[in-house]
């Protein structure tokens, strides 16, 4: 079986309900400041992982943390994740930067998301 690389898991969202409160928790729990410090959303970087807060679950109103995995072709993932049985909540598309996302549920209902930068 050939498969597409993955990188691990580099990035995880949390839905928050204060985002000030729960920023200064992630700064003392990191020893970080935050690399983007917005009113929607709040991203730190600290070794090799990325964390981002997201007031009210964001857009994609997380009501869970969300782990993603980073992967080298995302629509070969989305291929072989679906072939075995997972389904796509979200197909693969451009959050900025080059960065391509995509969300998928696993046969236990878990949501899975993946990354690719270019």
């Known amino acids: 079986m ?3 690389s993955t990188q691990g898991i580099k990035t995880v969202l949390h839905p928050v309900s204060d985002l000030a409160q729960a920023k200064a ?6 020893g970080v400041a935050p690399q983007t410090d917005g009113p929607h959303y709040v991203g730190f970087e600290a070794a090799g ?8 679950g964001g857009p994609q109103g ?11 072709d995302i629509e070969a993932k989305l291929a072989e994740v679906t072939a ?15 960065r391509l ?9 878990n949501l899975l998301g993946l990354v690719q930068d270019r």
């Open 101 to 109: 996302v995509a969300t998928v549920i696993d046969p236990d209902g």
């Open 84 to 98: 075995a049985g997972a389904t796509v909540k979200e197909g693969a598309h451009d959050v900025g930067g080059g």
């Open 62 to 72: 997380l009501t869970t943390s969300l782990a993603y995995w980073h992967v080298s």
């Open 49 to 56: 992982q990325h964390i981002g807060l997201l007031p009210g």
């Open 25 to 30: 928790v992630y700064a003392a729990l990191l």
């Open 2 to 4: 050939t498969s597409s």
